[in-house]
């Protein structure tokens, strides 16, 4: 059976912090939502536009679970179900707008461009 080299509870807050909001579809999801305010689920997956039901669902319960995002369920027919971010998840914004911002700065050249504006987090990159 694995057991992990480290117990959990000495984690490194880096650690922590790459665990909530860290991989490939976390950080766009905190993003889309930090732009559009609160989503349904269908305009969500469509906004992502190439990732699967599956992933998005369980990602989408992962971040609940973490505290970063919040779900709303109305009592009309048929069901809605919207998504927004918690102000725990906001507080995380800053801190991908930091990472999109280093990371054009320091993009290899000969790569491919990069977007003068992200157009989730709403980094605008400003090159001399």
Known sequence: MYRP???K???CPLEYGLDLFGGKWKSRILCVLAAQKELRYSVLRREMSNITDAVLATTLKELQ???LVA???F???PPRVEY???EKGKSVIPILQSICHWAGLYQE???EPSLPQCQKCGYRENKP
């Open 9 to 11: 509870d000495i984690r």
């Open 5 to 7: 080299k480290l117990e």
């Open 84 to 86: 927004f971010l918690t």
């Open 109 to 111: 050249e000969g790569a």
């Open 71 to 73: 779900r709303r369920q």
């Open 65 to 67: 679970n973490s505290g």
């Open 75 to 77: 009592d009309e027919i």
